[in-house]
């Protein structure tokens, strides 16, 4: 057997072994409550009283707006590190055309979302 596959199959069962010990210390070491205090059960809304039950139905809109946001949130994820390193030339003209490859397929869903109506608050 190779020494480089004994050496992975030893971390592997030793990663395992503290894995599983951890966890089992963890269960018997943990700290428990002796007299449960009343207050930990209760609904916590900035101080104030809950009214009404907490199942409430949210408008898919909602949902598209979050989902757009991380969309151009992510967007700007691969913009920053493209825009720093624009000036080095070694990239060349094809790193510019990719961002702008980039942008416009942002652009078009951009423009879907905003035919579509998703953007559209009522």
């Not at 069962?13 to 210390?25: D, I, K, N, P, Y």
């Not at 909602?62 to 590190?81: K, S």
């Not at 070694?90 to 423009?111: C, K, P, Y």
């Amino acid at each position: 057997m190779d020494p480089t596959w004994l050496a992975a199959l030893a971390f592997v069962a030793l990663s395992a072994v503290f894995t599983v010990g951890f966890l089992a210390a963890a269960a018997v070491l943990r700290a428990r409550a002796r007299k449960p205090d009343p207050a930990v059960e209760l609904t916590y809304e900035c101080g104030e009283a809950p009214t009404g039950s907490a199942w409430v139905r949210f408008h898919p809109r909602y949902y598209v707006v979050a989902l757009l946001f991380v969309l151009f949130d992510v967007e700007t994820v691969f913009i920053l590190p493209w825009a720093l390193n624009v000036g080095d030339p070694r990239s060349g003209g094809t790193a510019i055309v990719e961002m702008f490859v980039f942008v416009g397929i942002l652009l078009l869903g951009w423009g879907y979302a905003l035919r579509k109506g998703a953007l559209r608050w009522q």
